[in-house]
């Protein structure tokens, strides 16, 4: 049995690593690319970035990125390697754990097998300065879960009725339920910075009436043609067009990012991000 306690306090230790749930309730709206595509702004920009690909059942950041995985998260969890063992190296350096692909009993993990996961990541050697946590589409246990754990949440919501419902719908859960009353928005898809404007509007408008909720706009992400271009070629639109539009945004929000502040306390270490796991 791993010492899990020990594993915290050896975590206690490292510098400050700042904790990004990148989320959004529906499908579709492109948070794997906003995750991504920020992750290697970030690298861009000297971080040494990690990203967790938090849908356990439906992995697909390695296939964005046309990456080959020999080992996932439930190697992990059957005890078959460490979490280290399984981190693998995409573009501009950054690291991904990968989640594997169709298998439900990923989705719905039992108590033992999200305590296992929390301890491997206490258990962790590999360093970073930011952890990027792409979450699943929906607003699962495990969503709220990585959400409520994360410094900053950072959702993705498209100017279409049912990702504005969805993402109200995940503010209203984590504020309610779980204390989380700060969100960060990033506009994605969007025609023009005034639309993008007005899409921030139409959410706040809600928000405002019926959730105690503060919201932040970060980034205005442009519809941008590379980035279907980008996706065929199985590479980010940072790295694949990094002159374009939708590039220049993410590049931009990594800015942002970076000057986020790492709260000075416990919050601002790995291991309350593990702790905030535990308890839930």
Not at 244 to 257: E, G
């Amino acid at each position: 049995m791993i010492d899990q306690a020990s594993g915290l306090r050896r975590m206690q230790e490292l510098k400050q690593i700042k904790v990004i749930a990148v989320s959004g309730g529906k499908g579709g709206v492109g948070k794997t690319n906003v995750s991504l595509n920020t992750s290697i702004a970030l690298a861009k920009q000297g971080k040494k970035v990690l990203v967790l690909d938090a849908d356990l059942g439906l992995a697909n950041v390695d296939v964005m990125l046309g990456l080959r995985v020999q080992k996932n998260i439930s190697h992990v969890l059957s005890g078959e390697c460490e979490l280290d063992d399984i981190i693998i190296e995409g573009p501009c350096g950054i690291k991904i754990i990968p989640a594997t692909s169709g298998t439900q009993s990923m989705v719905d993990l039992t108590p033992s097998e999200h305590a296992g996961l929390i301890r491997a990541f206490s258990d962790m050697q590999t360093d970073f300065d930011v952890l990027l946590v792409d979450t699943a589409a929906g607003i699962s246990d495990m969503v709220l879960s990585f959400a409520r754990a994360a410094q900053d949440v950072m959702l993705v919501v498209t100017d279409e009725p049912t990702s504005i419902t969805d993402c109200y719908a995940l503010m209203k859960l984590l504020s309610r339920d779980h204390g989380v009353f700060k969100f960060k928005v990033v506009a994605n898809m969007v025609r023009s910075v005034k639309e993008g404007q007005n899409l921030f509007a139409k959410l706040t408008k809600v928000t405002d009436r019926f959730l105690d909720v503060a919201l932040e706009l970060v980034a205005i992400v442009p519809f941008d043609e590379n980035i279907r271009k980008a996706v065929r070629k199985q590479q980010a639109i940072v790295d694949a067009f990094p002159d374009s539009p939708a590039s220049k945004a993410f590049a931009q929000l990594a800015t942002k990012v970076n000057k986020w502040p790492i709260p000075n306390r416990a919050t601002g270490h790995l291991e309350f991000f593990i702790e905030q796991l535990i308890e839930h």
